[in-house]
């Protein structure tokens, strides 16, 4: 059945670095409040294990923390709780290679990485196949890149590739707030209504 | 051709009021900076003719104005081109109906409505079936809501409702940014690649 997900371990991690500015060179991003909040409750929404939030710079990282704390302790944990749910999947990581440790630590597995390119490439794969790949009990950890993109190096040592999003138009600049929802719908919205 | 969208006519309004706060009051919502810019980008990709920000309150249409100014005129304008394309799809507007007529004297037809309800009703369309009907050459405008979404009265009185979004999960709290983008996906995305 398509709309069977119960086979599928997927986890997300947002990446702060290394990422690439608007000249093309590789950064460590800023987190963004608004990066957090949507990402989880589309997380949330799609039935992901974990949204790993990944930068190395330790002010960061608090202030990571310090957003997810707001919702899901004290007062904003009882003021709302639909946040609260959706921020309590996430959890701070210096690399993407911490969060590929913990979905091991999880699971006894190690996740196959999956990247979304601009570019379509040799390797790249379509959303519905992959759509049906997913089922196939295996974990994977779908990286999504803040600023300018994931670095090229990273890109590389992907295991997956899917193929860019595309509009109707030649304009390709979805944020990572829509980029993010479209692919996990993609992936895993239910076509035939609930 | 399922990916043939040359007779689509579709515009976007993001609507400020009437909306709901988190007691189910009718409200006048903020100006988010973060909705424009992703709205806007959203709507680029997918070809969406206008992006109408609807706001009655004066000082949150001259912030949106700001907002909008700042990366079509001057610096902005040449610093990020992407970022221009994309704000200078947006018209603030006072109401719905304001977006609706300047939609008449554009095409001289009148627009018929939508909205996706987060409840599944009677008169509920699938996205799949819309996705057919939005190729008939009419012009369409689609209601996003801010806040807690669009009041019921306002829901009432649309041409069409979308069925909601189902992910995998009963969680259903995606932020308007996510919700659009999903949206717009599902009736205008390229399936089969590009």
Redesign the interface.
Same mark, same amino acid.
């Given at each position: 059945l398509d709309d069977d997900?119960s086979t599928?371990d997927l986890s997300i991690a947002l990446v702060h670095y290394p990422v690439l500015n608007k000249n093309g060179e590789t950064i460590a991003s800023a987190v963004t409040n %608004?990066d957090l909040?949507?990402l989880a409750?589309?997380a949330?929404?799609? /039935?992901v294990k974990t949204f790993y939030v990944a930068t190395p710079l330790v002010d960061q990282q608090q202030l990571a923390r310090k957003i997810i704390g707001h919702w899901t302790e004290g007062y904003g944990k009882t003021y709302n709780p639909?946040r609260r749910?959706?921020l309590e999947l996430i959890k701070v990581v210096d690399y993407v290679a911490d969060a590929v440790d913990d979905v091991c630590n999880r699971c006894s597995q190690v996740p196959e990485t999956v990247v979304t390119s601009a570019r379509?490439t040799d390797r790249s794969i /379509?959303f519905?196949r992959f759509r049906g790949i997913l089922r196939d009990g295996k974990p994977y950890l779908l990286l999504f890149g803040t600023a300018w993109g994931i670095s090229e190096e990273m890109i590389r040592q992907a295991d997956w590739f899917l193929?860019?999003?595309? /509009?109707?138009?030649a304009?390709?600049? %979805?944020?990572v707030? *829509? *980029?993010?929802?479209?692919i996990?719908?993609?992936l %895993? /919205?239910?076509?035939n209504?609930?």
């Open positions: 997900f599928v %608004l909040h949507d409750r589309s949330k929404t799609y /039935g639909d749910d959706a379509k /379509g519905e193929e860019p999003i595309y /509009g109707t138009t304009y390709n600049h %979805l944020s707030r *829509a *980029a993010s929802a479209i996990l719908d993609r %895993l /919205g239910r076509k209504g609930g």
